[in-house]
């Protein structure tokens, strides 16, 4: 697999302002992916559920820290599925945040 596309992982982080209110603030990370079409299969599956799959990322296991949302070609997704390929990739499955 070739990682010739980039996106952004976000997580979220809870901190504390100078009164100490709590803030959730969202933290970035830039990585590089593969990409995969979601099959028919799979597609009208999820959608018997409710879910809507739109594409599968394919990044460094090493890399993804339990993320739920995604930022790519500045379009927001969020992650329905994960599935470990191996040691070193794992396949994030997102749907389209609207």
């Known amino acids: 697999m070739t990682y010739d596309y ?3 992982l976000i997580s979220q982080a809870i901190i504390e302002d100078d009164i100490g209110n709590q ?9 590089y992916c593969g990409l995969k079409s979601i099959g028919r299969n799979e ?4 959608a018997k559920s409710g879910l809507r799959p739109e594409i599968t990322f394919v990044i460094h296991n090493y890399e993804y820290s339990g993320e739920k949302e995604i930022l790519f070609e500045s379009k927001r997704y969020r992650v329905i599925r994960t599935y470990l390929l191996d040691f070193e990739e794992i396949e994030l499955t997102c749907e389209r945040v609207v």
């Open 6 to 8: 980039e996106l952004t």
């Open 23 to 31: 803030i959730t603030e969202e933290i970035k990370t830039n990585i």
């Open 43 to 46: 597609f009208y599956t999820a």
